[in-house]
């Protein structure tokens, strides 16, 4: 059964700082991965959709990689501001024992940007 | 257009009483999806439709719990008989589609916060 793992779980950064945000999964036979941003009391707004066959998608200063193979993703964002203040999740579909539509998150890292 | 809307944003409720929670997809969208989130975890699927039916519903807790899809649009969470348990809150998704070869990125409501006393 995939299981999706973020590290860390929280993280606290100076304003202008580049960040990475970690995330691995169990299975490798992914569909496709995408990382949303949550803020508090708040629904999911998707950031990045990564297709298995890619290695990588870009927005703004937002850059999100994939390993398919070794089962890792990372979150690159550069010259962080305090308003990128929020939880950050990660999550796949797919996996050998799991469907192609049904997204399986990790616990999401929550981020902090200190001005 | 707008984007996915669920009503109401909270919910409180008693135990033991029934619920209803409404999703809103995007126009267009045949793929609709529920979640549900508990504090500080990742969402978990509950169930998913495509069209008017429901294909996955492997994600439903248990058999208080069903949602329609009746025009293939609006959906309906329903919870009979609400336990404290129960409390969590409650996403909705849809995309243009399911199938993962084409375009089936999931995009999210606000969530209904459901609090059962």
């Known amino acids: 059964k995939q299981e999706v793992t973020q590290i860390p779980a929280a993280l606290s950064v100076p304003e202008g700082e580049n960040l990475v945000l970690n995330c691995s999964f169990t299975?490798?036979?992914?569909?496709?991965l995408q990382w949303f941003r949550q803020d508090p009391g708040k629904g999911l707004t998707s950031l990045l959709l990564?297709?298995?066959?890619?290695r990588e998608q870009t927005s703004g200063r937002l850059n999100a990689s994939l390993d398919k193979s070794s089962g890792r993703s990372t979150l690159y964002i550069a010259a962080s501001q305090p308003g990128d203040s929020a939880t950050y999740l990660c999550?796949?579909?797919?996996?050998?024992?799991?469907?192609?539509?049904?997204?399986?998150f990790g616990s999401g890292t929550r981020l902090l940007v200190r001005p | 257009g707008a984007g996915v809307s669920q009503t109401p944003s909270n919910k409180v409720t008693e135990k033991g009483k029934y619920v209803e929670l409404r999703c809103d997809p995007i126009?267009?969208?045949?793929?609709l999806y529920w979640y549900r989130q508990s504090l500080g975890q990742g969402p978990e699927f509950l169930i998913y439709?495509?069209?008017?039916?429901?294909?996955?519903d492997s994600g439903l807790p248990n058999d208080r719990f069903f949602a329609v899809r009746p025009e293939g649009s609006v959906s309906t969470l329903k919870i009979q008989r609400t336990e404290r348990g129960d409390s969590a809150v409650y996403l909705c998704?849809?995309?243009?589609?399911?199938?993962?070869?084409?375009?089936?990125?999931?995009?999210f409501g606000p969530g209904t916060r459901l609090t059962v006393l």
């Open positions: 299975d490798s036979a992914i569909y496709n």
């Open positions: 439709f495509q069209g008017t039916g429901a294909a996955d």
């Open positions: 998704a849809s995309s243009l589609v399911g199938d993962p070869d084409e375009d089936n990125e999931q995009f």
């Open positions: 999550a796949v579909t797919g996996g050998v024992m799991d469907s192609s539509y049904k997204l399986i």
């Open positions: 990564i297709q298995s066959s890619q």
């Open positions: 126009s267009g969208h045949t793929a």
